[in-house]
């Protein structure tokens, strides 16, 4: 089976940059897309296609893919940001997801 | 505006079968590149893929558990219906349903996005 893998964790402070990896073989060769998921609350899309902002997410939030990782890269970080976050790629026609890193922003 | 939302039952036995429906809005299962899939997160854990159908009835099954997965769409009533046989404790977990669309090329692998998702429905297995 195809696995993503992704830090449990990442902390920023405020009007930081936050970087979340997902790492894959050969990740670079299929879309990735991310989502912000926030305590209680369902998954939302912020990124697709690798580089795509769904309408209503912020030019601060961008996304890379290469190689064996793909990257969400959040600017200026505000504490709204504080979420876990997945991704989600394709493999063998079906969908796998990352393990999730929880975003702290203090 | 598409909205999504899952119901069935909120407790189920070990064993048993489990039935869920996803009822939704705004769009048209019959339209073409339009799919729903099913994800579900045990408490405190990672999002895991389920199943997914298109338009076009492609089905798609997670490999680990296609045995017990079946997943069918009624378009003229706006459903999607999971059906998960030999339920275990293990399979607690919310249970959300969500909008696809995108390139979905036979065989091979889908370029769509999940959005929006449902609000999430909690089935908890237990005797």
């Known amino acids: 089976s195809y696995d993503l893998t992704q830090p449990p964790s990442v902390s920023v402070s405020p009007g930081q940059t936050a970087s979340i990896t997902c790492s894959g073989d050969e990740l670079g060769n299929k879309y990735v897309c991310w989502y912000q998921q926030k305590p209680g609350q369902s998954p939302v899309l912020v990124m697709f296609q690798d580089t795509k902002r769904p309408s209503g997410i912020p030019a601060r939030i961008s996304g890379s893919n290469s190689g064996n990782t793909a990257t969400l890269t959040i600017s200026g970080a505000q504490p709204m940001d504080e979420a876990d976050y997945y991704c989600?790629?394709?493999?063998?026609?079906?969908?796998?997801f990352g393990g999730g890193t929880r975003l702290t922003v203090l | 505006q598409i909205t999504l939302k899952e119901s069935g039952p909120t407790l189920v036995k070990p064993t048993q079968t489990l039935t869920l429906t996803c009822t939704f809005s705004?769009?048209?299962?019959?339209?073409?590149?339009?799919?729903v899939g099913w994800i579900r997160q045990p408490p405190g854990k990672a999002l895991e893929w389920l199943a997914l159908?298109?338009?076009?009835?492609?089905?798609r099954y997670s490999p680990s558990l296609k045995s017990r997965l079946t997943i069918t769409k009624d378009t003229s009533k706006n459903q999607v219906v999971l059906t998960m046989t030999n339920m275990d404790p293990v399979d607690t977990a919310t249970y959300y349903c969500?909008?696809?669309?995108?390139?979905?090329?036979?065989?091979?692998?889908?370029?769509?996005?999940?959005?929006?998702w449902g609000q999430g429905t909690l089935v908890t297995v237990s005797s």
């Open positions: 989600q790629a394709w493999d063998s026609s079906t969908g796998v």
């Open positions: 159908i298109y338009w076009n009835d492609d089905k």
């Open positions: 705004g769009f048209s299962l019959s339209t073409s590149g339009v799919g």
């Open positions: 969500a909008h696809t669309f995108g390139v979905v090329p036979p065989g091979a692998n889908p370029n769509t996005w999940f959005d929006p």
